[in-house]
């Protein structure tokens, strides 16, 4: 199967192209961003020891769409592995997809390697299992326990590309391997990474991408990732206060309770960009910024649907204390 972008009907959503800056979608909150694109963007105080927090969210009741004030490619001419079209395509949609990324050699070593360490870890936090069938949902930290998987992560085509779109040296914030296995393989519901990152990392910014390498083929039937284009341009703040050890329980819910937008919100995002649902064989890699909201649904064909995420930190964006939660995640799921 070749790699494909497949919108979904009109009936459940229309995709638009659109040239994006700086906004917010949703009708109740369109005042309130007109305000905002000038000096009341920033209302609270700044600290010496705190920069402003312009990605406010689990503060409140209700969520906000609010317009992103920080760039999405970070060097106006990005040189490196990506052509400049292909930059233009990931800041206008929030992600590229390649193929053939990594060879059928790469794709048996991950795999081999996969199931050797988690037969080594056997009982660990690092493994995460599906709650109803006590399958292997993720895998944590892989670059740390396969040196091999960490000489593909640091790659020309994979790290470089993100040194590219971020305009600095990176480091990897974390990596896992996410297994949907036949018939068994559970949904991720909607989110944007970066949320999470901030609220309960100290990630300050979105200057982060992710890779999705593809280690089985990513079909419309067995949970590709559907992510919504032009909606990295956005921050959807989610509602709740994050209680502490909350990653034990997030990890294992396909819909957790906190860091987890709207429908409402979704819907906004959904009405105006579409949905687009990245298919591809084995080998594809999905590069897509921090904040793109998605998610992908169950597998209950006989096919399994495995990916290695990769995401890259700039340098230059080091995580601090948590935005909106107390402790800080381990360094398995966020390395400091």
């Known amino acids: 199967m070749g790699r494909g972008v497949v919108s979904c009907p009109p009936a459940i959503c229309r995709p638009v192209r659109v040239a994006l800056r700086p906004r917010c979608m949703s009708t109740r909150t369109m005042a309130k961003c007109r305000l905002r694109e000038g000096s009341a963007l920033i209302t609270e105080t700044r600290t010496a020891s705190r920069p402003v927090d312009v990605y406010r969210t689990r503060l409140a009741d209700h969520g906000e769409i609010e317009p992103r004030p920080h760039p999405v490619v970070w060097e106006h001419d990005a040189r490196g592995p990506l052509s400049a079209a292909e930059v233009d395509g990931y800041r206008e949609r929030g992600y590229h997809v390649a193929e053939n990324v990594l060879s059928d050699s790469d794709i048996d070593t991950c795999l081999t390697e996969v199931a050797a360490i988690t037969d080594k870890l056997g009982v660990d936090e690092r493994v995460v299992r599906e709650s109803s069938s006590g399958d292997v949902r993720s895998l944590f930290a892989v670059h740390q ?157 006989p096919y399994p649907r495995s990916n290695l995420f990769v995401v890259f930190n700039a340098k230059s964006n080091a995580l601090q204390a948590p935005f909106a939660s107390g402790a800080p995640r381990p360094d398995y799921l966020a390395h400091r």
């Open 145 to 301: 326990l396969s040196d091999a998987i960490a000489d593909m992560c640091d790659r020309t085509e994979i790290a470089g590309v993100a040194r590219q779109i971020l305009g600095d040296d990176v480091y990897i914030h974390q990596s896992r391997i996410n297994l949907k296995p036949g018939f068994a393989g559970g949904p991720f519901y909607w989110h944007s990474d970066f949320e999470t990152w901030h609220a309960e990392d100290g990630m300050p910014t979105p200057r982060a991408l992710s890779v999705s390498l593809a280690l089985t083929p990513n079909l419309v039937t067995n949970g590709a990732l559907m992510i919504i284009p032009g909606s990295h341009e956005q921050f959807v703040g989610c509602v709740g206060q994050t209680p502490d050890g909350y990653h034990n329980q997030s990890l294992v819910s396909y819909r957790p309770p906190f860091g987890t937008p709207e429908e409402s919100d979704v819907t906004t995002l959904a009405d105006e960009h579409g949905i687009d649902m990245i298919t591809g064989p084995a080998g594809t890699a999905l590069y897509f910024d921090s904040n793109c909201m998605h998610a992908s649904s169950g597998n209950i064909t």
